[in-house]
C-alpha cells in the first residue's frame, strides 16, 4: 500500500506540472487549489420568506407526485422529473397532457437551490414562480392552479397537510402550494460520488485517467469555461452553435447577443440524464463531443467561453472518463443540511460609486451609495453583460453592455437594491443605498 501510495502522488505531481489553465505549475498545491473550486456546499439555502421545514418539504414531495394538478389526472411534476431518470424523462423532447411533442428537452431538478433563474431559457427568477409554469401551461399539465387548489382543498387529507406546513395559516390555497414545491425541490442535492470523495481528501477514490480527464476538464478542453463549481455550472446563458431557430435566452431578455443561448447544465448526475442539449438531439456524450470539435454553428452570438476542442483519441476517454465519475451509485438525494443564514452584519460593504465587471463577477460585490449618487458599472470583462434592476422603487436594463463599455444609474430612493445580470444572473450586486447627507 505504500508503494502504490507513493506512485499515485508521484502520478499527481507530474500531472499538474503541465501548463493547464487553473492547474498551472506548482505540484500539489496547484491541483489542491483547483479541486478547492468543486468543494461542496456546507448547506442547502432557502429564502428568507419560504424558509424550511419538514413538513412543508413533506407536504411538497407529495405535491410533486400528484396527478389531481393535472387537467386529466394523469400527469404529476414526477411523471417528466423521474427520480430514476435523474429527475428528467429519459426522452429528446417531453410530452405533456395533450400528448403533442414539448419543443424542449426535460431539464434536470437537482441542485435548484442555488439557481438564480429557472427554465432552459431562464424567465423564472426563483423556484416558487417555476413550479406553477407547468402546471398551467397548456402543453404540460394543462390546468389553471386555481382549479387544482380547488381539488386539493376538497380532500381532508390535503387540508390537514396544508394545516400541519403552516401552521400560522392554515389555508390550501395556490401561494402555499407553490411554496411548499419549492421547498421540497430544494432538498434536491445531488448524490455524493467518487469525485466528491477524492475532492475531500480520499486519494484512490479517482484512478489516473480519470484524474487526466479532470485536468483536461479545466484545461485544454475548456469545459470549466462554463460547468464551473461544484454543480458544475455557471448559471449563464451561452450560444454553443447548435442549429435551430430557438431564441431562448434572448427572446426572454429582449437582446440579440442573447440568441440562441440557454442555460448551463449541470453536468452532476449526467449518467442518467441524457440525452442531452436544450433540445435532446444528442443521445450520447460522445456525440457532444464531436459537437465541440467540428459541428459548431459560427454565428455572432457565439459565447466567447466556447471553445472549439481537438482531443487526441487518448484524451477523449480521459476525459469521457472522469465525466463518469460526476454520477453516483445511488440516486437518493444528498442527505439535507440546511444552511444557516450569513450573518449580513459581518459582510463587507464598500462605500464607492464604480464597480467593475470581471470574470462574470461584480467587484466589490456589496457597496453603500448615497440616493441620487451616480453609480457607474465598467464591463473590464471579455464578455458582453446586462446590468438590470427589477425592483418596485427602480426598473433598470442597460441593454448589451459589450466590453469596454461602462453603464450609469441612480437610485432616487434609500434601501436595498438588487443588480444583477440577464445573460450570467449569478452576477449579483447588493446596494445599500443611503439617504442623501446620511453617510
Not at 404540460?140 to 376538497?154: F, I, S, T, Y
Request: proline residues 8%; glycine residues 10%.
Amino acid at each position: 500500500m505504500a508503494i502504490r501510495r507513493f506512485l499515485h502522488l508521484a502520478l499527481l505531481a507530474s500531472l499538474v506540472l503541465a501548463p493547464l489553465p487553473g492547474a498551472a505549475a506548482g505540484g500539489g498545491r496547484a491541483l489542491e487549489r483547483l479541486k478547492a473550486r468543486y468543494a461542496r456546499p456546507a448547506g442547502v439555502p432557502f429564502p428568507a420568506d419560504n424558509p424550511f421545514t419538514p413538513e412543508k418539504a413533506a407536504l411538497g414531495e407529495r405535491l410533486f407526485h400528484e396527478p389531481l394538478l393535472s387537467q386529466n389526472g394523469s400527469f404529476a411534476c414526477a411523471t417528466c422529473h423521474d427520480p430514476g431518470q435523474g429527475f428528467a424523462d429519459g426522452q429528446a423532447l417531453g410530452r405533456g397532457v395533450p400528448g403533442e411533442l414539448l419543443p424542449r428537452h426535460t431539464p434536470t431538478l437537482w441542485n435548484l437551490a442555488w439557481a438564480p433563474a429557472l427554465f432552459w431559457d431562464g424567465r423564472a427568477a426563483s423556484l416558487e414562480e417555476q413550479a406553477k409554469g407547468p402546471i398551467q401551461n397548456p402543453k404540460e399539465m394543462a390546468q389553471p392552479l386555481a382549479e387544482g387548489v380547488r381539488k386539493l382543498a376538497a380532500r381532508e387529507d390535503y387540508r390537514a397537510a396544508f394545516a400541519r406546513a403552516f401552521p400560522a395559516s392554515p389555508v390550501v390555497d395556490e401561494t402555499r402550494l407553490l411554496l411548499a414545491l419549492a421547498t421540497y425541490e430544494r432538498t434536491l442535492v445531488s448524490p455524493v460520488t467518487r469525485f466528491d470523495r477524492w475532492i475531500t481528501g480520499d486519494a484512490n477514490a479517482l484512478d489516473a485517467a480519470e484524474i487526466r480527464g479532470f485536468l483536461l476538464f479545466n484545461g485544454k478542453a475548456g469545459c470549466a469555461n462554463c460547468h464551473e463549481g461544484w454543480a458544475f455550472t455557471d448559471h449563464g446563458f451561452h450560444d454553443i452553435g447548435l442549429p435551430g431557430g430557438d431564441r431562448g435566452r434572448g427572446a426572454v431578455i429582449g437582446l440579440d447577443v442573447a440568441d440562441h443561448a440557454f442555460k448551463t447544465p449541470s453536468l452532476r448526475e449526467l449518467g442518467r440524464t441524457a440525452p442531452y442539449m436544450h433540445d435532446g438531439r444528442f443521445a450520447t456524450l460522445d456525440e457532444v463531443l464531436d459537437h465541440y470539435t467540428g459541428g459548431i454553428v459560427e454565428r455572432p452570438s457565439l459565447s466567447p467561453d466556447l471553445r472549439r476542442i481537438a482531443l487526441t483519441p487518448d484524451e477523449r476517454r480521459d476525459l469521457l472518463a472522469f465525466l463518469g465519475t460526476l454520477t453516483a451509485k445511488t440516486q437518493e438525494p444528498a442527505p439535507l443540511v440546511v444552511a444557516v443564514p450569513a450573518d449580513a452584519s459581518r459582510e463587507e460593504v464598500v462605500a464607492t460609486g464604480t464597480v467593475r465587471q470581471k470574470d462574470k463577477r461584480f467587484a466589490p460585490g456589496h457597496i453603500r451609495i448615497a440616493a441620487g449618487e451616480r453609480l457607474t458599472v465598467v464591463n473590464d470583462d471579455s464578455r458582453t453583460h446586462n446590468v438590470r434592476v427589477s425592483d418596485p422603487r427602480l426598473a433598470f436594463d442597460s441593454g448589451a453592455q459589450d466590453p469596454g463599455q461602462s453603464i450609469a444609474l441612480s437610485f432616487a430612493e434609500p434601501g436595498r437594491y438588487q443588480l444583477f445580470c440577464g445573460i450570467h444572473p449569478a452576477m449579483r450586486l447588493t446596494v445599500e443605498v443611503e439617504s442623501a447627507g446620511s453617510q
